[in-house]
Structures are given as C-alpha cells and as structure tokens.
C-alpha cells in the first residue's frame, strides 16, 4: 500500500490562496487514481477532487470547480490541491486517499491537513 502524508493548510483570510501537498512512499504513487476529500466540523466527509493516473483527467466537486487544481507530480511521488479564492466554507480537514483499484474503497489515506479560511 501507498502511505500518505498532507501538509500545506494553514489559516488564511477569505479571497487568499493555499496549496496542500501529499507525499506518497510505499507502493508505485503513479498507479493510484487520487482524491482529495475534506471534512468540516459536525458534517460527513465530502469529495472535493480527482486525478487520473496521468494527471490528463480531473474532476471537482460543484462546490470547488473554477477555484481549486488538482494536479500531481508523479516524478516527485506527490500529489497537489491549489485553492484559490478561499471561502469561509472551505474551512475543513483536508485529506488525500489513493482508491483501491476496483473502485470500491480506498487503500490509504493520510492524516489530514486543518484549513481555516477567516471572514
């Protein structure tokens, strides 16, 4: 399995920018799809992004899209979420989770990385 590890939130004011980071080791990071998810205090845990193995496929929540990039490194074994245009709302965990290869669940995620976007 891949071991994830995220870093890069902060606190930062409504309208600023942050880029997470999610260093992988273990198992080849270019054969994992990858997700970024968040949870907010007192909500479920929702989906934000995805990347395709290549990086030549994403797709976003509706609540994120025109705002946030997924993107990844596969050279450097890391994966990215640049969020631009923060809202309060954003406040979050952030996570990143590789998906086992069925699709029907996820092989690792990492620990997560606390977000907070002041009005």
């Known amino acids: 399995q891949v071991q994830l590890v995220e870093s890069g939130g902060g606190l930062v004011q409504a309208g600023g920018s942050l880029r997470l980071s999610c260093a992988a080791s273990?198992?080849?990071?270019?054969?994992?799809?990858m997700d970024w998810f968040r949870q907010a205090p007192g909500k479920e845990r929702e989906f934000v992004a995805s990347?395709?193995?290549?990086?030549?496929?994403?797709n976003y929540a509706d609540s994120v899209k025109g705002r946030f990039t997924i993107s990844r490194d596969n050279a450097k074994n890391t994966l990215y979420l640049q969020m631009n245009s923060l809202k309060p709302e954003d406040t979050a965990v952030y996570y990143c989770?590789?998906?086992?290869?069925?699709?029907?669940?996820?092989?690792?995620w990492g620990q997560g990385t606390q977000v907070t976007v002041s009005s």
């Open positions: 989770a590789a998906p086992n290869s069925a699709g029907t669940g996820y092989d690792s």
């Open positions: 273990g198992r080849t990071f270019k054969n994992y799809v």
């Open positions: 990347i395709s193995r290549s990086g030549g496929d994403t």
